[in-house]
């Protein structure tokens, strides 16, 4: 077994993964595009995450944000927050990162084939769907109406400028941006995600909808889906929890009855509900 063929074998092991190209998204966040030393495709699917590793400093886990048919390396949007991923910031081209991974559940999209699909992101909630909504774009005959909702704090936080403008552009796709706190420069609407549910007429006995942002979006975006009538097994979310391990041992990302690194972080409504429900009323 060659030196790489042990590492990618290996749970805990990080691999060596060189910073191929970076770009500044925004204030806070950056765009990466890794490769393996070894040359190996990461082999992940929408919705999976790694842990991304510096030596001496830490482990943080990341979504990969490219869809599982870009075989040329992966790519990560970072927001830059604190240890790890300040530290990642002051890497460059040619930099090398360990990477474990691909770990976690990846979102059902064969449970959506024949439905409308509703995509909600909240800021970097974006990053774990948009693997998603490019793969749901490259079957697009496989589904009814794509519908796409963002939603960010302000227009300099907006991530993927440039797929939002394709989306935006595409006729099979319906697309809205929202801010919480317009400026000057901003056309379009101004408020939270939940109110773009107010502008679109949807078919909700006939739509799948997965949903990522932070947590305090979900309890009112979930009302929403309801309230047009998806039901709660076809809503789907990605859970973001302090994690360690990220492979199910140490029990730090623990929430109710799951560990969120093993048995998600995507979920369907459907198990979460409990848990979910009890965090809110607490
Ligand atoms: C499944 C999953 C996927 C993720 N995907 C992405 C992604 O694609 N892009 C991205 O930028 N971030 C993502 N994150 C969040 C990222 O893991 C944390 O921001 C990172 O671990 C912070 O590490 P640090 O060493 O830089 O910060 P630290 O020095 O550990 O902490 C800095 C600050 O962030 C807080 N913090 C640390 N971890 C978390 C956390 N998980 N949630 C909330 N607050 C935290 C700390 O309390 C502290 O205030 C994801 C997290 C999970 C669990």
Excluded at 65 to 86: A, K, Q, W, Y
Excluded at 110 to 127: E, K, S
Excluded at 137 to 164: A, C, M, N
């Amino acid at each position: 077994m060659t030196r790489s063929e042990h590492h990618a074998k290996s749970l805990y092991v990080p691999e060596s993964a060189e910073i191929v190209d970076r770009k500044t998204m925004t204030n806070d966040e950056t765009w990466y595009h890794l490769r393996f030393k070894s040359g190996r495709t990461l082999g992940h699917e929408p919705g999976q995450f790694v842990q991304v590793s510096i030596p001496g400093v830490g482990e943080a886990p990341i979504s990969i944000t490219s869809p599982p048919s870009m075989t040329d390396g992966f790519e990560l949007c970072i927001r830059h927050v604190g240890n790890v991923t300040n530290a990642i910031r002051q890497l460059g081209k040619g930099n090398v990162v360990g990477i474990r991974g691909p770990f976690g559940t990846s979102f059902d999209l064969a449970a959506v084939r024949g439905y409308d699909i509703l995509f909600v992101a909240g800021g970097l909630g974006l990053v774990p769907l948009r693997p998603v909504i490019h793969t749901a774009l490259e079957e697009r005959d496989q589904y009814g109406r794509i519908i796409i909702f963002y939603g960010t704090r302000s227009p300099d936080t907006v991530l993927y400028r440039e797929d939002l403008k394709k989306w935006q552009s595409d006729p099979s796709v319906d697309c809205h941006i929202t801010v919480d706190l317009a400026d000057d420069t901003w056309r379009g609407h101004v408020g939270l995600v939940t109110e773009l549910f107010h502008l679109v007429s949807m078919d909700g006995e006939n739509t799948g909808a997965f949903i990522c942002g932070p947590d305090i979006m979900f309890r009112f975006v979930l009302a929403e889906a309801r309230a047009i009538g998806i039901s709660d097994d076809m809503v789907f979310l990605s859970l973001e929890r302090r994690m360690k391990c990220g492979v199910g041992k140490c029990g730090h990302c623990q929430e109710g009855p799951f560990f969120v690194c093993r048995d998600g972080p995507c979920f369907s409504y459907d198990q979460l509900q409990e848990t979910l429900q009890r965090e809110w009323t607490e």
